[in-house]
């Protein structure tokens, strides 16, 4: 397997029950046919060369997510402050678990682009990477909408899944749709980062999701909540300002990074 100037890939043997880890590597190729093993873990040797910039890479892709789901964690303590406080927690319990469960097909669909993307990249075929990465985004744009869809068809009747309390299923009928609206941001994004992944560019989307969901959602969602007076409506306003900031913040980063690996890898 030969690696061109500027691309990373991984490669690794299988891992199975009971820790047998034969082989994990970091390789950065700089001329065609030439692989440099950076770090290496075998249980007869563990050797840990290479660790930091692995860790350039890991700790990126973490921060990246977790900085959107502290993000909820943030609204559930607004929604705290809102009238009738019981209900608004609640109903934000509900929503969360909502997007949790949405959220894991876009979620799966990132991790199989990182490496198509990172497979391909790493082979020295930009084109075949950047139709895995438009496929993907063509999916991700069609799971959104089939969650808008649904959505807004059982907006009535999802809350009483969870409880029978009027007071709390009232106030997920009345933001479901704002929630499938942001799942149509969600899932591009999502799988956006994934391609930022595979592209070894983790730190791009961590940044990008700083910025849409803590300096375009909380300020959107504060303000519409409490000095308009929307209600826990505005919170979720907030949060599809965030979805659709960071969407095309996200889609424009990858759209760079796909167009600079194309012309890295002419050279």
């Given at each position: 397997?030969?690696?061109?100037?500027?691309?990373?890939?991984?490669?690794?043997?299988?891992?199975?029950?009971?820790?047998?880890?034969?082989?994990?590597?970091?390789?950065?190729?700089?001329?065609?046919?030439?692989?440099?093993?950076?770090?290496?873990?075998?249980?007869?040797?563990?050797?840990?060369?290479?660790?930091?910039?692995?860790?350039?890479?890991?700790?990126?892709?973490?921060?990246?997510?977790?900085l959107e789901w502290w993000w909820y964690e943030i609204v559930t303590i607004l929604s705290g402050y809102l009238p009738n406080p019981k209900a608004a927690v609640a109903a934000t319990g509900i929503m969360i678990q909502t997007t949790s469960l949405m959220y894991t097909v876009p979620m799966a669909l990132a991790g199989c682009v990182s490496a198509r993307v990172g497979n391909e990249l790493g082979a020295g075929k930009p084109y075949k990477a950047r139709l895995a990465a438009m496929v993907a985004l063509?999916?991700?744009?069609?799971?959104?909408?089939?969650?808008?869809?649904?959505?807004?068809?059982?907006?009535?009747?999802?809350?009483?899944?969870?409880?029978?309390?009027?007071?709390?299923?009232?106030?997920?009928?009345?933001?479901?749709?704002?929630?499938?609206?942001?799942?149509?941001?969600?899932?591009?994004?999502?799988?956006?980062?994934?391609?930022?992944?595979?592209?070894?560019?983790?730190?791009?989307?961590?940044?990008?999701?700083?910025?849409?969901?803590?300096?375009?959602?909380?300020?959107?969602?504060?303000?519409?909540?409490?000095?308009?007076?929307?209600?826990?409506?505005?919170?979720?306003?907030?949060?599809?300002?965030?979805?659709?900031?960071?969407?095309?913040?996200?889609?424009?980063?990858?759209?760079?990074?796909?167009?600079?690996?194309?012309?890295?890898?002419?050279?």
């Amino acid at each position: 397997m030969g690696c061109k100037r500027g691309c990373c890939c991984f490669c690794g043997d299988k891992l199975e029950h009971g820790c047998d880890v034969s082989k994990l590597c970091l390789c950065e190729g700089k001329e065609k046919g030439i692989m440099v093993k950076l770090w290496s873990w075998d249980f007869k040797g563990v050797g840990f060369e290479g660790i930091k910039p692995l860790m350039k890479l890991a700790i990126p892709s973490c921060l990246g997510i977790c900085l959107e789901w502290w993000w909820y964690e943030i609204v559930t303590i607004l929604s705290g402050y809102l009238p009738n406080p019981k209900a608004a927690v609640a109903a934000t319990g509900i929503m969360i678990q909502t997007t949790s469960l949405m959220y894991t097909v876009p979620m799966a669909l990132a991790g199989c682009v990182s490496a198509r993307v990172g497979n391909e990249l790493g082979a020295g075929k930009p084109y075949k990477a950047r139709l895995a990465a438009m496929v993907a985004l063509g999916c991700a744009f069609l799971i959104g909408i089939m969650n808008v869809i649904w959505t807004v068809l059982f907006r009535e009747s999802w809350g009483k899944l969870f409880t029978p309390d009027n007071s709390v299923t009232v106030l997920v009928a009345s933001v479901m749709p704002i929630m499938g609206l942001c799942e149509l941001g969600n899932c591009p994004q999502t799988t956006g980062c994934g391609i930022l992944r595979g592209t070894a560019r983790p730190a791009v989307g961590a940044r990008i999701n700083l910025g849409s969901f803590y300096f375009v959602g909380t300020p959107v969602a504060v303000g519409l909540a409490f000095w308009l007076k929307v209600g826990f409506s505005g919170l979720w306003f907030g949060l599809l300002s965030a979805q659709m900031a960071c969407a095309v913040w996200i889609l424009h980063a990858v759209w760079g990074q796909l167009i600079g690996k194309l012309r890295l890898l002419r050279l």
